[in-house]
């Protein structure tokens, strides 16, 4: 037994990078390009520097297993912003189903849509010598990402796209989406559109906004009085919805701007008896056909995968021309 006083026995310190790089025999900028993935290090320097760091068992707790197969860690990072929303289980099937084709496993992590938890999780994913980072981004400043790629790890954003950072991107054309619905609803005879939009600072919202406007302002109907944000969970979403409904003239139709505001909406109708406002939403859960609801939708999966390719296409060619690709969205007419 050991005694409440004993000093257990001390901890040899852990190898270092710069102990890697002296047993190689190389800078500690090119083992660390080395082991960072990097593409531009020769197959000779990358297997001196692997020997060294075997030898050494450096970096035993994040990459060992890897770095004992004499290959780097051949993982995707996908930062989501929201774990419960169905479109990232969909998103995360998407880019999985393409990085296996070459390979790779899919790492998913969470930022619960806040800047600082997705800054964390981002520099995780790089120590952890992730190959690739795909982000569903919550912040406004992409300039952190910058020292992503200084390490050689690409960075896709999906959904929404990156802001003064070079970076390739893939977005559904959300603006166009807007379009679609505002002239389902002036086709079927509303004049009284309600929007019930997600946080007023993300590109999805604005797009979509800016497309409805498109199409709605010219015919003169009201909306603007009827547009209702931040509405980023169901409890919020119900909250808008008693207010539009408790207006003097409450709106003939509702837009959710996505499927969790989808979700309040239906759950707050539900409840109330009498005539209801028809009601149209963007993406497409699996209740909303069952439940006969018009949505204005994109390939979530094909989002993916399209942002796996990117992520793949960078890791073979860093020199490339970044890319913006923009994905159609399409009306599902089946109720209002």
Avoid at 6 to 12: N, R
Avoid at 45 to 70: F, I, K, M, P, W
Avoid at 90 to 99: F, K, N, S, T
């Amino acid at each position: 037994m050991t005694r409440p006083d004993a000093v257990p026995p001390a901890t040899p310190p852990r190898p270092t990078l710069a102990q890697v790089a002296a047993r190689a025999g190389v800078s500690l900028k090119t083992a660390s390009r080395a082991l960072g993935g990097e593409s531009y290090v020769s197959e000779k320097t990358l297997a001196v520097v692997l020997e060294a760091a075997r030898e050494l068992d450096y970096q035993r707790n994040s990459a060992a297993s890897l770095l004992a197969s004499g290959r780097l860690a051949d993982s995707i990072g996908l930062i989501t912003g929201d774990f419960t929303n169905p479109f990232y289980s969909a998103l995360a099937q998407g880019i999985e189903d393409e990085i296996r084709t070459h390979g790779m496993h899919l790492s998913v992590t969470n930022s619960r849509e806040s800047p600082e938890q997705e800054h964390r999780v981002a520099l995780d994913l790089a120590d952890r010598q992730t190959k690739a980072v795909i982000t569903v981004s919550a912040t406004l400043d992409h300039g952190d990402y910058a020292a992503l790629q200084a390490r050689g790890i690409p960075v896709v954003f999906v959904d929404r796209p990156a802001d003064d950072l070079d970076a390739d991107s893939v977005v559904f054309d959300n603006r166009d989406g807007g379009r679609l619905a505002a002239r389902h609803l002036i086709d079927a005879g509303h004049h009284r559109i309600a929007f019930i939009g997600d946080y007023a600072w993300l590109p999805t919202f604005r797009e979509r906004m800016a497309g409805m406007g498109d199409v709605l302002d010219p015919s003169g109907a009201n909306w603007r009085d009827l547009l209702r944000t931040d509405a980023h969970d169901v409890v919020s979403s119900r909250a808008r919805v008693r207010e539009l409904l408790s207006l003097a003239q409450p709106p003939t139709a509702i837009v959710a701007g996505n499927n969790r505001i989808l979700l309040g909406v239906m759950e707050e109708l539900a409840e109330r008896a009498g005539e209801r406002p028809a009601v149209l939403g963007f993406d497409d859960p699996e209740w909303a056909q069952v439940l006969g609801i018009t949505v204005v939708t994109g390939d979530v999966e094909a989002l993916g995968r399209q942002a796996a390719r990117l992520a793949v296409a960078r890791l073979g060619d860093r020199g490339r021309a970044f890319e913006n690709v923009v994905l159609p969205m399409r009306l599902i007419v089946r109720g209002a």
